[in-house]
Nanobody, 122 residues
Framework: QVQLVESGGGLVQAGGSLRLSCAAS????????MGWFRQAPGKEREFVVL????????YYADSVKGRFTISRDNAKNTVYLQMNSLKPEDTAVYYC???????????????WGQGTQVTVSS
């Protein structure tokens, strides 16, 4: 089992920045690919970004490319999502997830955090 706890969400004005953190505990964190997903009210959960278990490969959704950056610190069992130039359409609950496969589908992830709310005002 892997337990994931997100933090860092909040309210920010358009154009601002936030950094989300996802702290992992349990089974060996470094063995898992890590992803961030988000879900806005009334919408499906959507892929944001993922990083391979070694951290050498990343893949971003087009909607966040150039604005968001994922990183991980395996020594701290933590993955981060730096979000810059935020837009109102980025408003959602953000979830981190851990999985054995490098994929963009939520079904490919085995463990999920509880989510953290990000609200971007215009």
């Amino acid at each position: 089992q892997v337990q994931l706890v997100e933090s860092g969400g909040g309210l920010v004005q358009a154009g601002g920045s936030l950094r989300l953190s996802c702290a992992a505990s349990g089974r060996t964190f470094r063995n898992y690919a890590m992803g961030w997903f988000r879900q806005a009210p009334g919408k499906e959960r959507e892929f944001v970004v993922l990083m391979s278990w070694k951290g050498g490969s990343t893949y971003y959704a087009d909607s966040v490319k150039g604005r968001f950056t994922i990183s991980r610190d395996n020594a701290k069992n933590t993955v981060y999502l730096q979000m810059n130039s935020l837009k109102p359409e980025d408003t959602a609950v953000y979830y981190c997830a851990a999985g054995s496969y490098y994929g963009t589908s939520a079904y490919e992830y085995d463990y999920w955090g509880q989510g953290t709310q990000v609200t971007v005002s215009s």
